[in-house]
């Protein structure tokens, strides 16, 4: 008679599907996957498995991972720019910003832990910090133009540049700020945007450098062609 194995299962826990639409099933799972392993290590299979769809439901939606995350981050965006307080709009610029930025904080906070490994992976994925460093700049334009400051032009794109990096910085100290008042994660953001405000007025010298630099060759012009006019008389 054959012996029985003496191995037992584990009774396997209950999976919680995602609920809404194939799309945001498909989000739903990546952040979840994204807190419990890193980005480089979720299949595309693992997301349609986890969400409850199949590989064709899940392409109808999606291209790649990169692409759920970019998704996310739109979502976001949106959640961000439908929450402005009009109160705000007779506060200077700096505290604006604030506002919007420490929202987005607060909407990004269910999800801390997939923020997290991403940070992680990134500090050791350049392929990943470079993508991710583009769809941080597209983001960080509305953030500004939601806080009224000019996001468009080679100007804008370098504010949301620099934006994008700081508040990267910022959500290196919000991952592991637990306390329920954010006191590391506010001055942080706030000695961010102090180095942001002196980089911007840096920045805008040096955009008049060129209009300077025309207003000087036009009077120069000037003269000479005085000069030159009573020569030919």
Partial sequence: MARKSKRTRSPRAAVVRPTGSNRDKAIATLLALLAERPFEKI?????????????????AEFSSTLAMLAAHIKDVDREVLAGQDADMADEPQRERLFDVLMRRLDILAPHKEAVRSLLRSASCNPGLALALNGLAVCSQQWMLTAAGIGASGPKGMLRAQGLALLFANVLRTWVDDDDEGHARTLAALDRELARGQRFAGILDELCKIPERARAFGSRARGPRRGRQARQAA
Avoid at 50 to 55: P, Y
């Fill in 43 to 59: 299949g595309l299979a693992d997301i349609a498995e986890g969400a409850g769809l199949s590989l064709a439901d899940l392409r």
